[in-house]
Antibody, heavy 119, light 108 residues
Framework: EVQLVESGGGLVQPGGSLRLSCAAS????????MHWVRQAPGKGLVWVSR????????VYADSVRGRFTISRDNAENTLYLQMNSLRVEDTAVYYC????????????WGQGTLVTVSS | SYELTQPPSVSVSPGQTARITCSAD??????AYWYQQKAGQAPVLLIY???ERPSGIPKRFSGSSSGTTVTLTIDGVQPEDEADYYC???????????FGGGTKLTVL
């Protein structure tokens, strides 16, 4: 059974930083592109970032480019999201998501970790 | 990239058929995918490539496509189907997913 377990969320002041982690089990992370998708309270799903299987290519949503960095450690089966210069509008549940093998979709989701940016 | 438009809400009685539409605003349309998100839970992939169902998804969930509109149909709706449903397609370079705004299905 595939499990994706996020950690690292919490309360941070505007301008602060957080590092999210996603530990994968039941799959070999190095075989898949991975994404972060977020959901603000009471709102819909929004894609944040993607990293390819070997970590050589990363893509970001306009809203986070230059502030967030996605990375991975395939040896540790772990995905990361470094979030700097956080803004109030970054407040959301952040999901670690596995890219489908059959299209641009999201096959497996973690339970999410809540990031709250507030003074 | 696309914008995907869904109705904010749909209501049905148990045993009835629910249909949730998702319209793209531009051609070409990529494949569509559907997710179910129950309250307090992570989304679950329901339908991929417009009409395909992952293993473990009940047969009462089906997808269809016509032009730039895709539809999620739930036959014989059950109380446990009450959830938010999101359609998703891909950006023009097939790099990341673009989500619709979501539809809240209420089972009366």
């Amino acid at each position: 059974e595939v499990q994706l377990v996020e950690s690292g969320g919490g309360l941070v002041q505007p301008g602060g930083s957080l590092r999210l982690s996603c530990a994968a089990s039941g799959l070999t992370l190095s075989r898949y592109s991975m994404h972060w998708v977020r959901q603000a309270p009471g709102k819909g799903l929004v894609w944040v970032s993607r990293i390819n299987s070997d970590g050589s290519t990363t893509v970001y949503a306009d809203s986070v480019r230059g502030r967030f960095t996605i990375s991975r450690d395939n040896a540790e089966n772990t995905l990361y999201l470094q979030m700097n210069s956080l803004r109030v509008e970054d407040t959301a549940v952040y999901y670690c998501v596995r890219h489908c093998t059959y299209g641009v979709c999201y096959a497996d989701w973690g339970q999410g970790t809540l990031v709250t940016v507030s003074s | 990239s696309y914008e995907l438009t869904q109705p904010p809400s749909v209501s049905v009685s148990p045993g009835q058929t629910a249909r949730i539409t998702c319209s793209a605003d531009a051609f070409p349309k990529e494949y569509a995918y559907w997710y179910q998100q129950k309250a307090g839970q992570a989304p679950v992939l329901l339908i991929y490539k417009d009409i395909e169902r992952p293993s473990g998804i009940p047969k009462r969930f089906s997808g269809s496509s016509s032009g730039t509109t895709v539809t999620l149909t739930i036959d014989g709706v059950q109380p446990e189907d009450e959830a938010d449903y999101y359609c998703q397609s891909a950006d023009n370079s097939a790099t990341y997913g673009v989500f619709g705004g979501g539809t809240k299905l209420t089972v009366l």
